[in-house]
């Protein structure tokens, strides 16, 4: 009896040590969801949602167009719905059932691009500017006498997330959100002078949080744009006036290199800091790495997830050509045969939202991005020693101009040849329905009709008789 008793008491310490082990090992990993391109129209027509609170994150970073507030008229004009519409779009993303549950569980961050902040690749000069900040800041519960609401030319903010982000306490995470919209001049105009991503009270701020001490062990920086990526590359060297308003319509952080080396000289800068670099807009799902030296001392990475609710190919009109691309690209991964070799990563078509999961315990972190059912379809693992500036201060073998500005650094012919390629997917199903239409035409009209001598003998008979 008294074994039996004791036997008992073992069993119940073992399990409830067990549970407690368990507890700790969950606690020593940050999950930190993020996203873009989401219309509060299309939410119901997919599980991602379900499928993002199901990851359990300790927070989700919005990086752009959590709604869409404009729309498209012809190729070059589009419209704004107006302010009521944007303020009901907002309200209609927080009550939808998977959000909520998920604002619940988890910290909503965020900044926003264009068709939240208003307008297809509106900047400076977008006259709802001030409307629209009240508007997203409410949507992130944006306390109202915060220096973001009322003493910040824009939306960009710093946060900070904890091991045990309850109590505010253990190994940290920085995320700092910039803003690309509120200051953003392309220096088209003489009145505007350079081209300016962020505006000179931002880039203050950016390299003050860069360079105060901080007990991060990751700093995550928040771009609405990709920061290496250049997939408009392939329009800048086609004379056709639809090829290259296209191009100019895919923003990044390349199209405006002196921005981009500014940027870059100061993370590097930052010598404490290990940096990874978020990113949505492009509709697609993709991990950019470029080679230490290139941009950075050590390795450079963006993740891009873009395309919550909807992606490029589910947004071509009319809807019927919908099906043929789908067929065309099964995998959901773009075709390998669009870029030349070792351009671009493994580029994710379909539905995504992405994840930093670090694991404090290893010293590491998996970024991933994820499809509609929660699957990875992309992903790389890092080491925090591999996001650290080489000891001797530069890398042992400095990489090609190729391999950093792979895009850029494409021959005009293997821009045309892509773009080529691309126009040819995209007209494809028109050129498949034009055959069929062709096949048709002959069948029935040509051939059954025109060409078939018992027609005519029918009617010659008839005449006769």
């Given amino acids: 009896m008294r074994f039996f008793f004791s036997r008992s008491i073992y069993v119940v310490l073992s399990v409830w040590m067990m549970r407690k082990l368990e507890g700790v090992t969950a606690s020593r990993e940050t999950k930190i969801a993020f996203g873009s391109c989401n219309k509060h129209q299309k939410m119901n027509a997919t599980s991602i949602w379900t499928s993002i609170e199901r990851t359990h994150p300790n ?11 404009d729309t498209r008229i012809t190729f070059e004009k589009r419209k704004y719905f107006g302010e009521k519409f944007h303020a009901e779009a907002y309200a209609a993303v927080k009550r939808f059932p998977a959000y909520e549950r998920l604002a619940k569980k988890a910290r909503i961050l ?14 400076k000069h977008w006259e709802h500017k001030e409307t629209a900040k009240e508007l997203f800041l409410d949507f992130l519960d944006e306390g109202k006498e915060t220096e973001r609401r009322l003493e910040r030319d824009g939306v960009y903010e710093s946060y900070s997330v904890y091991e045990d982000d309850e109590a505010k306490r253990g190994r940290e995470v920085q995320i700092l959100l910039l803003d690309t919209r509120w200051n953003f001049v392309d220096g088209s105009t003489p009145e505007d002078g350079e081209a300016d991503i962020l505006g000179p009270k931002q880039w203050e701020w950016l390299e003050k949080e860069l360079m105060k ?10 771009s609405s744009i990709q920061v290496f990526a250049e997939l408009n590359q392939m329009y800048k060297a086609v004379n056709y006036k639809i090829a290259r308003e296209f191009g100019k319509s895919i ?19 930052a010598k404490e800091r290990r940096v990874i670099f978020l990113s949505g807009d492009v509709h697609v799902g993709m991990i950019d790495v470029r080679a230490p030296g290139c941009h950075l001392p050590y390795e450079s990475i963006d993740a891009t997830s873009s395309g919550i609710t909807h992606v490029a190919v589910e947004e071509v009109r009319p809807k019927w050509v919908t099906y043929f691309y789908k067929k065309m690209t099964p995998s959901k991964f773009m075709p390998r045969w669009w870029y030349p070799k070792n351009i671009v990563p493994d580029i994710y078509m379909g539905l995504n939202f992405g994840e930093v999961l670090i694991h404090w315990d290893k010293n590491s972190l998996d970024v991933n991005i994820l499809g509609e059912s929660g699957e990875v379809v992309v992903s790389k693992e890092v080491l925090f020693s591999s996001l650290e500036a080489p000891k001797g201060g530069t890398t042992a073998e400095q990489p090609t101009y190729e391999e950093c500005f792979r895009e850029r650094s494409m021959s005009d012919f293997q821009k045309q040849w892509t773009f080529h390629k ?6 494809f199903p028109w050129i498949v329905v034009l055959g069929f239409g062709l096949w048709a035409w002959y069948v ?4 059954t009709i025109c060409c078939n001598p018992n027609i005519g003998r029918r009617k010659r008979r008839s005449k006769i008789d």
């Fill in 59 to 69: 927070a989700f970073v919005w990086l752009g167009d959590a709604v869409y507030a």
């Fill in 110 to 123: 965020g900044t926003w691009d264009d068709h939240d902040y208003g307008m297809n690749n509106a900047g």
């Fill in 213 to 222: 001490p901080s007990n991060a062990e990751v700093t995550l920086i928040g």
């Fill in 251 to 269: 923003e990044n952080w390349g199209s405006f290199p002196s921005n981009q080396k500014r940027l870059m000289r100061l993370v590097s800068k």
């Fill in 422 to 427: 691309a126009a040819f997917f995209i007209v």
């Fill in 444 to 447: 029935l009209v040509v051939k």
